[in-house]
Every structure is written in structure tokens, then in C-alpha cells.
């Protein structure tokens, strides 16, 4: 089966935005990214969830859900609260 040239150079973000995903779709991914960064920067330092939570005085609940990459209610002090403790910074930028 041949590929028609009139499909070379279309992107799946262009497909995604056409369906009206790309939002959600990109809003999902970067709170995936996070939560593995996170769990990365974690093992890293040695630190088990218990002893995260502890250091960012708050619940092994509240990290549950920071950890959690189906979960996007995470706020921007709970982000930086967590950065803290692995010696990070949390930064933003809009591109």
C-alpha cells in the first residue's frame, strides 16, 4: 500500500487539535512526565514515599496523588514543596 503525498508532513498534534483533543491530550502528558521525574529524582536520593511525605509535610496521600500520572489536580505550592526536597527548582515558562 502506497502513502499518498497529500498525507506526508501531517502531524498527530495537527490530527489531535482537528478532533479537539490536543489540550487535553498535551495536559496529560506533562503531568506523566512530572510524576515519572519525579518518582526518577526520588530513587535517586533514596527516598521512599513515606520519607518524601515527611519531608514535604503533607500526607503519603496528597503524594499518592502528586505521583499519580491520571491525577491533574496538582497545584503549583504542592510541585515546588516537592522540587524543594529533591534539591530542585520548579520552573515554568510559556512557549
Known sequence: MAISKKNLGDHFDDFLKDEGLYEECTEAAIKRVLAMQLEDLMLQKHLTK??????????????????????????????????????????LEFA
Request: hydrophobic share 40%.
Open 50 to 91: 513515606s520519607d518524601m511525605a515527611t519531608k514535604m509535610h503533607t500526607s503519603r496521600a496528597a503524594l499518592n496523588r502528586l505521583l499519580d500520572p491520571d491525577n491533574e489536580s496538582v497545584t503549583l505550592y504542592t510541585l515546588k514543596k516537592a522540587a524543594s526536597v529533591l534539591g530542585k527548582k520548579l520552573r
